[in-house]
Every structure is written in C-alpha cells, then in structure tokens.
C-alpha cells in the first residue's frame, strides 16, 4: 500500500515521530517511526521495501543531521521514484545534492509550518485514509505536544473573534462526552453539546485583568480531519488587552488539545494560570507606568 516514509537521522527521532502523529491525525498513510534505539527495527533509509512503496518522501534535515561527519541518511531516498519533501528542523544548511527538492521551513511555529506540509501532501496526492478514530490516543508523550497555539484574531463590527485550529480527529460521542470535562476545569459553563458542536460560557469570578475575566462565549467545532476552537467576545471586552492576555487564551488551547491527545487532567492548565498570572502584571504594571509618566510631567511643568 502507498504510504509516506520519513526520512531522518537517530538524532531527530523525537521530531520525527512527532510529525508522524499529526499526519496520521490527517488521515495521512504514514510508514511507522521506528526508534533508532532497538536495533531490531530498521531505520527508514535502510528498509528496501518501505522505501520501494513510498509514494512521498520526507526528509527531515537538521543542523546535526547535516554537520560535515555525519552521515547522509538521505542517500538512498534519492534512488527510488517517490515525491522528495525536505523539512528543515532549524536553521541548517541544505546539502548541494537536495537544493532542487520543496522544502518546509519548521524553525518558527511547528502547527503552522504543519499546516503548509499536509497542504502540499494533500494537494500532492498522498495516500490517506477514512478519517476515524480507529487507534489508541495519537501522542503518549505530553513534550511532544505546543503549550501554545498560534491564533486568527479577526474583528466583526462590534465583537471580536479569536480562533485556532486543532490537528485532531473526533468522533461525535468523544465531542460529547470528553469535552464537558475540560470545560469544568477551565471554568465554562455548559451552554450546548450536540455531535458536531460544543459551546460554553465563562463563568466571571477571574481576578481584575485576567483576561479569563471577559464575559466570553468558547465553540468548539468538529470538521473533517480537525478541531476548530472559537473564543467570541464584545471589543470592550478586549479592548485594553496587552499580548500576554491573548497568549492566555493561546495556551488554554494548547491545554485542550493536551487534554484531548493525552486524556489526562491533572496539572493542565498550570501554563495558562502563569500567564494569566503574567498578564495581570502586564496590566498593573502599565498603570504604573502610566501614572508615573503623568506624575513626572506635573512635576517638569510645576518647575
């Protein structure tokens, strides 16, 4: 069967197993990560067969993976027919026998450099499969998944929406019966729940500042092959707010996909309650600094 195989040197194994997870959440057809550890798997480069089948390759390129001594795991993928896709980890040198292949820049955001990979598999035409949940959770490891999300803000006459996108598949009784849960502990109340969308209301007993605070409404929305996060509110609601309030909101959706990847609870929303933290500091310390401006100039002009 036609699969994608990822390419990769044992020194970025975690990345790679990594973007395995979220093409697989895709429906994407991916050729298993092996752990470079048991020597009784293969390394991707060294199995004939899987290498003879792949219909794309990636090759996941990074500064330790293309040091002068290192060994150029990428050979044998250039000897086969399939499609080339090179993911740059970090800011490494292209090697002169792979600068004619696309390449996916994932030094920044890791989602939003996913986002362009499956765009252009997809486009491409990698093999995929039904979008169901047919396996265990997708990610056992909770380093491998963002504490933050990155966001579309956009503005509608009055009301203000910030939005994020989940590269997560759910069924409609896991949208019903495993959301709920979450949106106890960050303090919503259950407004709707039905196979397709979940929606809740901010309970306001959050400190002055906490950008929690805001008389806000959350949807959640399940699509094909992803998961759409909706926070709506009124501009006054946000209109004083600093970047680390909306980062508040960034990682309280990093925390539900934590939450939906891993299904654990406990400790998840630590992150957001720092920032949060940090956000009414932000807040306090800008009325400081503003009246201490204030208080300066009266005194330069009583002088």
Same mark, same amino acid.
């Given at each position: 069967m036609p699969h994608i195989l990822i390419c990769y040197a044992p020194s970025d194994h975690a990345f790679a197993r990594h973007l395995a997870v979220q093409l697989e959440q895709r429906g994407i057809v991916i050729w298993p990560v092996p752990d470079p550890g048991r020597r009784s798997e293969k390394m991707p480069a060294d199995d004939a067969s899987a290498l003879a089948a792949a219909s794309h390759v990636l090759i996941v390129l990074s500064t330790a993976s293309t040091a002068p001594d290192a060994s150029p795991h990428w050979t044998p993928a250039?000897?086969?027919?399939?499609?080339?896709?090179?993911?740059?980890?970090?800011?490494?040198?292209?090697?002169?026998?792979?600068?004619?292949?696309?390449?996916?820049?994932?030094?920044?955001?890791?989602?939003?450099?996913?986002?362009?990979?499956?765009?252009?598999?997809?486009?491409?035409?990698?093999?995929?499969?039904?979008?169901?949940?047919?396996?265990? =959770?997708?990610?056992?490891?909770? $380093?491998? %998944?963002?504490?933050?999300? #990155? !966001?579309?803000?956009?503005?509608? *006459?009055?009301? +203000?929406?910030?939005?994020?996108?989940? =590269?997560?598949?759910?069924?409609? $009784?896991? %949208?019903?019966?495993?959301? #709920? !849960?979450?949106?106890?502990?960050? *303090?919503?109340? +259950?407004?709707?729940?039905?196979?397709?969308?979940?929606?809740?209301?901010?309970?306001?007993?959050?400190?002055?500042?906490d950008p929690r605070r805001a008389e806000h409404i959350i949807i959640i929305r399940r699509y094909s092959g992803d998961l759409g996060i909706s926070y709506r509110m009124a501009r006054t609601q946000a209109y004083h707010w600093l970047p680390a309030h909306y980062h508040t909101l960034d990682r309280e959706a990093a925390a539900l996909y934590r939450y939906l990847a891993t299904g654990h609870l406990d400790g998840l929303l630590g992150p957001v309650h720092r920032q949060a933290r940090h956000a009414i500091f932000s807040s306090w310390g800008a009325i400081a600094a503003f009246w201490v401006v204030v208080l300066l100039l009266g005194y330069l002009i009583a002088r």
């Amino acid at each position: 069967m036609p699969h994608i195989l990822i390419c990769y040197a044992p020194s970025d194994h975690a990345f790679a197993r990594h973007l395995a997870v979220q093409l697989e959440q895709r429906g994407i057809v991916i050729w298993p990560v092996p752990d470079p550890g048991r020597r009784s798997e293969k390394m991707p480069a060294d199995d004939a067969s899987a290498l003879a089948a792949a219909s794309h390759v990636l090759i996941v390129l990074s500064t330790a993976s293309t040091a002068p001594d290192a060994s150029p795991h990428w050979t044998p993928a250039l000897q086969g027919e399939a499609e080339i896709v090179l993911v740059l980890r970090d800011e490494c040198a292209i090697p002169s026998e792979l600068t004619g292949y696309p390449a996916v820049n994932f030094e920044g955001q890791f989602l939003l450099a996913f986002e362009e990979l499956a765009s252009r598999l997809i486009t491409a035409g990698a093999p995929t499969r039904p979008l169901t949940v047919e396996h265990p =959770p997708p990610v056992a490891k909770r $380093d491998l %998944l963002p504490l933050h999300m #990155p !966001a579309e803000r956009c503005w509608r *006459e009055d009301r +203000l929406r910030i939005n994020y996108t989940l =590269p997560i598949i759910l069924t409609a $009784d896991e %949208l019903q019966t495993r959301l #709920p !849960a979450f949106l106890a502990q960050a *303090e919503f109340e +259950l407004d709707e729940a039905t196979s397709e969308e979940v929606r809740g209301r901010r309970r306001r007993h959050f400190p002055l500042f906490d950008p929690r605070r805001a008389e806000h409404i959350i949807i959640i929305r399940r699509y094909s092959g992803d998961l759409g996060i909706s926070y709506r509110m009124a501009r006054t609601q946000a209109y004083h707010w600093l970047p680390a309030h909306y980062h508040t909101l960034d990682r309280e959706a990093a925390a539900l996909y934590r939450y939906l990847a891993t299904g654990h609870l406990d400790g998840l929303l630590g992150p957001v309650h720092r920032q949060a933290r940090h956000a009414i500091f932000s807040s306090w310390g800008a009325i400081a600094a503003f009246w201490v401006v204030v208080l300066l100039l009266g005194y330069l002009i009583a002088r």
